[in-house]
């Protein structure tokens, strides 16, 4: 049997995926079964739906020849096959019956279903699903209203982990913040490498046992902390926030102080203005600029002073900036979405903060 790391399911010997949560199962020390009669391009006839009477095992059996898509459902367990995960479109594939499992029963293995239970059959790859799996054992694709087993992850007290939260609001997987630093990036495998916007070493993190310290890594889109909603904070001439699909740099107002000399710096004429918005369009580039004065702003995609009309990730209502007792600050307006501020240098968030890193939202926890 394989146990699964990720959620302690126990799966038989030939999956490649785990019925209980999805995630690739190991494979120590074996090599994958290869069959010396693959299916031909154009397939091969349907067997009989009339069942065949078995023979009586005389020597080893032999090994199993693959069979149509429209095979009737037997009680074997498919044989995984390379395919992506159920997460992506998977490509159109003719199953291939499993060799007999040969191995004797122990107290670890799955037990057969109960007499009379009937499980479900693949939606992707026409092979039998016991009850009570979420996902397919020989392709991986998910079972259509089953529920995922929760994670069952084994961290060290003083570490902390990252949950990946999906777009649906789900959790997606974890991956765990020791003491000593961990690099956290493309390179790094797993659902990072799938992210293009996550440059190879995107992020340094460090738990400290209550909070976890993280920093850029130069990376070319950076780290985004999310602003708790209704929640004023604090930003400084430089700053660069996200709300929906939009970046936005905020500078303040500085006509600057006048030369050695009393000589005064000639500019337009800025009276009442205290700072601009300025959409970042590229690298290095900026697009349309705001002018901030009085009160400040209040940018949506329906009401407010600044509006983003063709970005449905932006609230009606969205976000405040604005001055107070010369510091400025932002304030989330409780968007669907939230608002997020980019990081500078070494930065110390907590339990139930969150971090927006290329196109994966993260939720820091203990």
């Known amino acids: 049997m394989i146990v699964c790391p990720n959620c302690g399911k126990e799966n038989q010997d030939h999956y490649k995926f785990c019925l209980g949560c999805g995630s690739d199962l190991p494979r120590a020390g074996t090599e994958e079964k290869r069959y010396s009669s693959p299916t031909p391009p154009a397939g091969i006839?349907?067997?009989?739906?009339?069942?065949?009477?078995?023979?009586?095992?005389?020597?080893?059996?032999?090994?199993?020849s693959p069979i149509s898509a429209k095979a009737p459902a037997t009680t074997k367990a498919p044989q995984a096959v390379s395919q992506p995960r159920a997460s992506r479109p998977a490509p159109a594939a003719t199953p291939r019956q499993?060799?007999?499992?040969?191995?004797a029963p122990s107290a670890t293995s799955v037990p057969a279903p109960p007499p009379g239970a009937v499980g479900v059959q693949c939606t992707n790859c026409n092979a039998m699903i016991p009850p009570g799996f979420a996902f397919c054992g020989a392709c991986g694709a998910p079972v259509p209203g089953a529920q995922p087993?929760?994670?069952?992850?084994a961290f060290?007290?003083?570490?902390?982990?990252?949950?990946?939260?999906?777009?649906?609001?789900?959790?997606?997987?974890?991956?765990?913040?020791?003491?000593?630093?961990?690099a956290v990036g493309r390179?790094?495998?797993?659902?990072?490498?799938?992210?293009?916007?996550?440059?190879?070493?995107?992020?340094?993190?460090?738990?400290?046992?209550?909070?976890?310290?993280?920093k850029d890594a130069g990376s070319l889109n950076g780290i985004f902390l999310k602003v708790k909603p209704n929640v004023p904070m604090d930003i400084r001439t430089g700053d660069i926030f996200r709300i929906g699909q939009e970046l936005i740099l905020f500078e303040a107002i500085d006509r600057g102080s006048?030369?050695?000399?009393?000589?005064?710096?000639?500019?337009?004429?800025?009276?009442?203005?205290?700072?601009?918005?300025?959409?970042?369009?590229?690298?290095?580039?900026?697009?349309?600029?705001?002018?901030?004065?009085?009160?400040?702003?209040?940018?949506?995609?329906e009401r407010g002073n600044i509006l983003f009309?063709?970005?449905?990730?932006?609230?009606?209502?969205?976000?405040?900036?604005?001055?107070?007792?010369?510091?400025?600050l932002i304030m989330d307006l409780g968007s669907s979405n939230g608002s997020f501020t980019k990081i500078r240098g070494e930065v110390r968030v907590k339990a139930g903060d969150f971090l927006l890193m290329g196109q994966q939202l993260f939720r820091v926890d203990f």
Do not use: C
Not at 56 to 61: F, K, M, V
Not at 168 to 181: A, K, L, M, S
Not at 312 to 328: A, C, E, P, Q, W
């Open 45 to 64: 006839p349907a067997v009989s739906p009339e069942p065949v009477p078995a023979a009586a095992p005389s020597g080893p059996e032999p090994m199993a």
């Open 98 to 103: 499993a060799e007999p499992d040969r191995s």
């Open 149 to 153: 087993a929760a994670p069952v992850m």
């Open 156 to 182: 060290s007290p003083d570490s902390a982990r990252l949950t990946l939260i999906q777009p649906d609001g789900t959790e997606g997987g974890q991956v765990e913040i020791p003491t000593t630093e961990v």
């Open 187 to 214: 390179a790094a495998g797993g659902f990072f490498a799938t992210d293009p916007y996550l440059s190879p070493t995107h992020a340094i993190f460090r738990s400290t046992g209550k909070e976890v310290i993280v």
């Open 258 to 301: 006048a030369a050695p000399d009393g000589t005064e710096r000639i500019g337009s004429p800025v009276t009442g203005l205290w700072g601009r918005l300025s959409l970042i369009v590229g690298r290095k580039r900026l697009g349309n600029a705001f002018p901030i004065g009085g009160d400040g702003v209040v940018l949506g995609r």
């Open 309 to 328: 009309p063709e970005d449905g990730y932006v609230s009606g209502i969205h976000m405040r900036l604005y001055t107070d007792k010369n510091k400025f």
